[in-house]
Every structure is written in C-alpha cells, then in structure tokens.
C-alpha cells in the first residue's frame, strides 16, 4: 500500500507543480493544506531547512522542493515520463525547468508593489517572459522540448494560471498573442490538457485570494516605507 | 569518435564541478579557457541565457549550468555513478546539490567587501555552512548520500577549495574541526581523491589569482561607494 502525503497550499504555483505531477500520473494522495501563518509542526519537521510547502512524504519519507519533488515522481512512477528519453533533451528540459523555478519568486515581484516599484518589477517579468519566449523554443513544439507535457511545463504551468490570475487583479494581460505568441499558444496547449483544466482551483477563487493578498502586500509595502523612513531620521 | 568540448575558466567553482565529473567518468575532453573580460563568440552563441561558463559541447550539442550539465554527463556516461541508485536518496542529494548550487555565489559574497559589509556577509556564509553542517547529514557516510563521491560533493567541492583559497587571502580559516566538524571531514575524504587532489589547480597559483580578484573587488567597492555618494547628492 503506497502512503503518499502532499502538504501544500492551494494557491501557490509550488504546490501547483507536485499536484499536476501526482494526477498526471495518477497517483493517489492525501493533501494536507498548510496555514503560512501558522505552520503545523508537520511541516516543520519535514522541511526543516526552508519550512515551506510543498512538502512530498512517500511511505514516511519526506522530500521538499518542487522541482525535486517532480523528478522524485518521475523515477518512483515511470508511466507517463516528464522528461524525454534522449539524454540531450532531458538537459534541455532541465536546463528551462532551473531557469523557470528559479525566475519565478523574482517574477512575481511586481504584485507586490505599486508605482515605480511596482513598473520596475514588470520590466523585469516582461523581460524574463522574452527570454523563455525567445530563447526556449516554446513555441517549437506543443510543449518544452517535445510534443508532450513535463517537466518544463509543470514549472512555467503557473504563468498560464497565477500569473494570469494576478494580471487580472492589477488590469494586466500579460500573455497575449501579440506580445508572446509562442508563450501564449503553448499556454493554450496547456491549459487544453484535461487533468491540467480539471485540477486548476476555480478562477474567482483564486482572483479572491490574490485581490486579499495584494491588498495585504501593499498595505505592508506602506508600512515598510513607513519603518524606512523612521530608520532613517532616528 | 565522441567529441567533448568544455568552455571554461580554471578559477571557477562551476567549471570545476564539470572538470571533476569529466575526470571521474575518464572522458576525454578538450578545455578552451574564456577570458571572461573579452567572452568569444563561441561561448555567447552556445549560452545564450546567461553568457557565462561552464559551457559543456558534446557532439556539436551545447549544455549550460554546472548542474545541468553533471545530470547530462551522469546520464551519458553511466560509469562510476553521480547519483545513488535508490529513488529518495537520488531525492537527497538533488536536494542538496541545488540548495549548495543555489547558495555558492551568496557565499561567496563577503570577498568582494571589506568593513562592515565583509562581516554581514561573512555572517550569512557561515549561517549556510551551519545548515550544511547540521542539517545535510554531510558528516554521517564518507560523502553526501552515501560512501561514494557524487553530484552533491562536486557542488560542495568548491568549499574544499576556493572557499579555503579566499580565506588564507583575508586570514579566515573557515573549516575547522572545531567550527564544522562533519564538513572538515567530508573535506578531508573529498581532498583524498586522487582525481580530485590531482586536478586541483596548484594551490599558489589559485592564492594569486584570488589575490588579484580581492584587490580588484575592493578598489571597485571603493568606486561603487563614490559613485553612490554622488547619485546621493545630486
């Protein structure tokens, strides 16, 4: 009997990720929705170095970190593999994963702020959006190197879905034919894929959570500007 | 006839990690060092992304990112293997492979100041080697994973080495039996390899490299604190 435990967090593009792993390779588990504000002692122990979601316990045994938690399913469950069998392919696959994993907390930086702050992080998002739209031949194929979904879509899924979710709260269409057609007919493949469509959280769900979350990041942007200023004149 | 090319740049940890990978699969390669001041053409058009060595070329095929690059070496040359063969333990060390790869350039921080600056830093560098330290069971086989060198040491490697070269600049001996015990004898059994010792580069030559590099990144943060006090004052 296998015991597969995710601790996550609905919202977040992280858990995201392992979530569309499991159901792609229709692996069953149980899913333990974490409060950030007040993590369970659960998830501290299995995460003790970074003590966020998502957190993979198979059997007992815990893994972190989304995009090792992905290749983790991938090895323990073959069937329906997420990276390409040619060994120069899985680096392609991997080298894009990296890049997008690691883009991805910097690329959400312009929903917490407003005004030049806010204008400054966009420009950064806008152009990491060109790189992968440009450099990753995302348009080439159905999916990242190959006519497939895996690896590379799972990590840049969320652009299809959170980032389009936090567009809409600050009037933003980030993905449009026009400014990255290769980006946004891959995101039509994608969102076209029926285990993808059917696990997304439902869109007036998600735009709820990020129009609170906005009103907290730029309520706690003011008070950071507030705290600086004191800083400063004491 | 296997044709490998590895742009490089001998002082670097990145490239070192490909060098000892290529070295312990016994693959033949041919090493084009980069004048990272004036980049060929070459290395540009293989890393377009990021325009930075290690630049791996197998067969005409470029592969960017050390990590990247030891998964597709590992899975290409599948002699002397860089990952366990058990599934979580594969998990362990991707985990710590990428927290270490993650965190190098952070750590190596504190080089670049002197002051205040070079303590805050230096705080952080030794704050990461406690969580290596403590929490990476670096010290309970001979290497991280397991009693065989492999993709989570040759992350770590560069500790080993370019760590203890910049601190015999700055007089800080960052591994001691006392401070980090289970790292000082990972340190001790990743130095004993002979493919390692002998592909170290010699030991004066890396002092007077990283000699000339502290003297450079001071007299720029000389010229970055003049730059800001006029951006400040006009």
């Known amino acids: 009997m296998e015991d597969v435990k995710l601790f996550g967090l609905w919202a977040s593009p ?6 569309w792993a499991l159901k792609l390779k229709g692996v069953s588990y149980e899913y333990i929705g974490e409060d950030l504000g007040n993590k369970s002692s659960l998830l501290l ?16 045994k815990a893994i972190s970190e989304s995009m090792v938690i992905l290749e983790y399913i991938d090895e323990t469950w073959p069937q329906i593999p997420l990276l390409p069998q040619d ?3 899985r680096s392609v696959v991997r080298f894009w ?6 883009k991805t907390v910097d690329m959400m930086r312009f929903f917490r702020y407003d005004g030049e ?14 790189v992968i739209e440009t450099e990753s031949q995302v348009g080439e194929n159905n999916f990242i190197g190959g006519n497939t979904i895996g ?4 990590a840049l899924g969320w652009v299809a879905h959170t980032l389009v979710a936090m567009g809409d709260v600050i009037g933003v269409n980030f993905i449009t034919p026009h400014a990255f057609p290769n980006i946004h007919s891959w995101m039509t493949n ?4 029926p285990i993808i469509k059917n696990s997304l959280p439902p869109h007036e769900l998600t735009l709820e959570y990020f129009t609170q979350k906005r009103k907290m990041f730029l309520a706690m942007g003011k008070q950071e500007v507030v705290d600086h200023h004191h800083h400063h004149h004491h």
């Open 190 to 193: 994608f969102l076209q894929i």
């Open 45 to 60: 122990q299995y995460n003790p170095v970074y003590k966020k979601v998502p957190v993979l316990v198979h059997n007992g």
């Open 151 to 154: 690896l590379g879509d799972l």
């Open 117 to 130: 702050l806010q204008e400054k992080a966009m420009k950064e998002t806008l152009e990491t959006l060109k």
């Open 14 to 19: 992280f858990t995201q990720r392992v979530i």
């Open 97 to 102: 994963s990296k890049f997008i994993d690691q």
């Open 87 to 89: 060994v120069y392919l």
